[in-house]
Structures are given as structure tokens and as C-alpha cells.
């Protein structure tokens, strides 16, 4: 054949395979419904599904033992495959309330390590942490989307809200991580629980594909340990540039640059970055305030001494 016409040919071909895209997907955007009707929707659905599914509460007697999440068995039964008596989620969850986009949520929790709330455990994390957990995480007919086999680090202000909120009635493992002989990592006294989530603090209309538009969800989970968060390397925690206290730290911007002051460097835009108006060196820049007017100098763009050497 014709080199010039097996060009030709080669071209067409070409062209026309790469015309076909047959594993293409198309992207349905589901609109997003009044948030109150969702919500009212939502826990009428959490409400039927707590007062209708049991779980192995009498599996966990020991207070001295360390549960897994893998030991948390919820079915629609009132005893277990052994005979033993389940208990009633209605029973046993506490509701707490949340609110997201100015609409109030309710959500409920299972604590099945109460005893870290009378004193033991580590601390609590803070609603912008790092934090060390392992959890599986179910939608209301239990089909499992996502499990950890490890220990996973999660940034908080990267997760579902209802994260937030949840983690932080938590307490992390009194010690670990300790190294076992097999060369895993185990925690002693963690906190273990479930969450019961409405969409709204969740993914709401717009989750990953392996979830429905709407999900309630549900996750079991050992919380571990938490680590605070400085997202902007300025010396200051970034829970603590919540100046409103309000647990949104995209609206705290004190210099008006439309950069929030937990991604900003200089905070109050006096050109001295933040970490040099730590005048004591001590890794704290909140507690210094050159003029004594009740605004630390990170804050206060008339306060402009460095504690670095001028050269």
C-alpha cells in the first residue's frame, strides 16, 4: 500500500477513536433543597432508624477494656446471635444540637467509653486539629463507603461538619501510641463512639458518588490523639484566630485583605508577619502588647515592633 495513503488511514483512525469516549461520565448536579425542610426530613429519618435498631451494649462490660469500632454490632434485632439482650440506640444516644449555614441541626452520639468524661484520657481536640482515628462510615441501610484499616491523621477544618462538632465532646487515648511486636501501633483509653449524622452536617447534595444525594450517615470510631493546627506557620494556634469564637475561621480577617487571618501571615496587615510581633521569643505572639491598649501587636496595626535584628 501507498505509504502516503497508510498515513491517511492512520490519521482517520486516529481521529475517529479518538473521538469516541464511551467511559466518559456525565456530572448531574443535584440541586440543593431548603435546609430546614432537609433537616426536619433528615431526623424524622434518624428518629424512626434509633427507635428501630439495637446495639450489642451488653458485648461491652469490662471498663477496663480497650473496644474496637469492629466491636459495635447495630442490627434491627433485640438480642444478639448469642441469646444476649441488645439495647435500644434510642436508649443510650444523647442528642446534642449544631448550626451550619443558619440552620440549626440535631445530631445524636453513642459514647461507649464514658469513664474519659470522669477524668481520665487525654485531651479533647480543638475544632481546627489534627487528629489520630480509625472509623467506618455507613449510610442508614448499612452499605459501608469508607473504612480505615490504620490509624489515619485527618485535618479537621478539611472533614464534614458534624466532625467538628462531635470530636470535640471526645476525649483522645490517656497513652500510646505504643509499638507492638507485629510493628502496629495500639492506644490505651481512646475514645470510642458512633455519630449519627443529618445530611446537613454531612455531604448534603453534593457527595462523593459512592453516596446518595440527602445521606443521613453514620460512622463508628476510636479517636486517638489530636495535634493543634497552624495552617498559616504565624506562631498562633489556628483555633485560636476564631477571634468571634463562632468555630468559622473563614470570617475572621482583621486586616480586610480577604484573606482570613488563619491563612494570612501578617494579621493585621502592619507589615510585621505575625511570628516576629512575638516580642518575649517565647512561640506566642497573643500574649504581646507593646502600648498596653488590650490589643496584642499581631492584631494591632499600630503596634509595629519586631523581634527581629535590624541588619
Known amino acids: 500500500m501507498n505509504s502516503k495513503y497508510i498515513i491517511i488511514l492512520i490519521v482517520v483512525l486516529t481521529a475517529t477513536f479518538g473521538a ?40 461491652f462490660s469490662d471498663p477496663n477494656a480497650n473496644y474496637s469500632k469492629d466491636d459495635i454490632i447495630i442490627s434491627d434485632s433485640p438480642t444478639d446471635g448469642e441469646g444476649n439482650p441488645n439495647e435500644l440506640l434510642m436508649n443510650d444516644v444523647v442528642m446534642y444540637t449544631a448550626t451550619y449555614q443558619s440552620q440549626d441541626y440535631e445530631y445524636y452520639v453513642l459514647d461507649l467509653n464514658p469513664a474519659l468524661f470522669e477524668g481520665d484520657g487525654g485531651p479533647k481536640p480543638n475544632f481546627t486539629d489534627d487528629i489520630s482515628i480509625s472509623y467506618t ?13 490504620n490509624p489515619t491523621t485527618l485535618d479537621l477544618i478539611g472533614v464534614i461538619p458534624g466532625w467538628r462538632d462531635v470530636m470535640q465532646d471526645f476525649k483522645t487515648a490517656e497513652s500510646g501510641p505504643i509499638i507492638n511486636e507485629d510493628g502496629t501501633f495500639s492506644y490505651d483509653n481512646y475514645g470510642l463512639g458512633v455519630m449519627f449524622l443529618p445530611s446537613g452536617l454531612a ?29 498559616d506557620n504565624d506562631g498562633v494556634y489556628t483555633h485560636l484566630e476564631d477571634l468571634d469564637f463562632n468555630e468559622n475561621i473563614t470570617d475572621d480577617d482583621t486586616d480586610g485583605d480577604e484573606v482570613p487571618n488563619y491563612i494570612d501571615p501578617d494579621d493585621d496587615g ?34 509595629t515592633e519586631s523581634n527581629q535584628i535590624d541588619s
Not at 455531604?203 to 495552617?231: G, M, Q, R, V
Open 20 to 59: 469516541c469516549t464511551p467511559d466518559e461520565v456525565d456530572v448531574v448536579i443535584i440541586p440543593a433543597r431548603d435546609r430546614g425542610e432537609q433537616q426536619i426530613i433528615d431526623n424524622d429519618s434518624l428518629l424512626d432508624y434509633l427507635q428501630s435498631h439495637y446495639y450489642n451494649k451488653s458485648f
Open 137 to 149: 462510615g455507613s449510610v442508614q441501610d448499612g452499605d459501608v463507603f469508607d473504612s480505615t484499616v
Open 203 to 231: 455531604y448534603y447534595n453534593t457527595p462523593p458518588y459512592t453516596i446518595p444525594a440527602y445521606s443521613n450517615l453514620i460512622f463508628k470510631f476510636e479517636l486517638y490523639a489530636s495535634e493543634p493546627n497552624d495552617h
Open 270 to 303: 502592619d507589615g510585621v508577619l505575625t511570628k516576629y510581633e512575638d516580642l518575649d521569643n517565647d512561640g506566642d505572639p497573643t500574649n504581646d502588647d507593646s502600648d498596653m491598649d488590650g490589643i496584642p501587636n499581631y492584631l494591632d496595626e499600630d503596634s
